[in-house]
């Protein structure tokens, strides 16, 4: 299972709860595809002219 980028916006803005924090935390450690979307996410957010 994967997290959605609803969930990874949550984590990156540091509005999840501190346990599901950990859980992801690992989870980005080793899943490659979570970590690109994390990324994609920063990079979205950074282009955003508003
Ligand atoms: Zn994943």
């Not at 990874?8 to 346990?19: A, E, G, I, P, T």
């Not at 599901?20 to 979570?34: A, D, E, M, N």
Request: hydrophobic share 35%.
């Amino acid at each position: 299972m994967h997290y959605t980028i609803f969930e990874l916006d949550q984590y990156r803005n540091h509005v999840m709860s501190w346990f599901r924090r950990i859980f992801c935390r690992l989870h980005l450690q080793h899943c490659h595809r979570c970590r690109e979307r994390l990324t994609s996410l920063r990079l979205d957010v950074s282009r955003r002219v508003n």
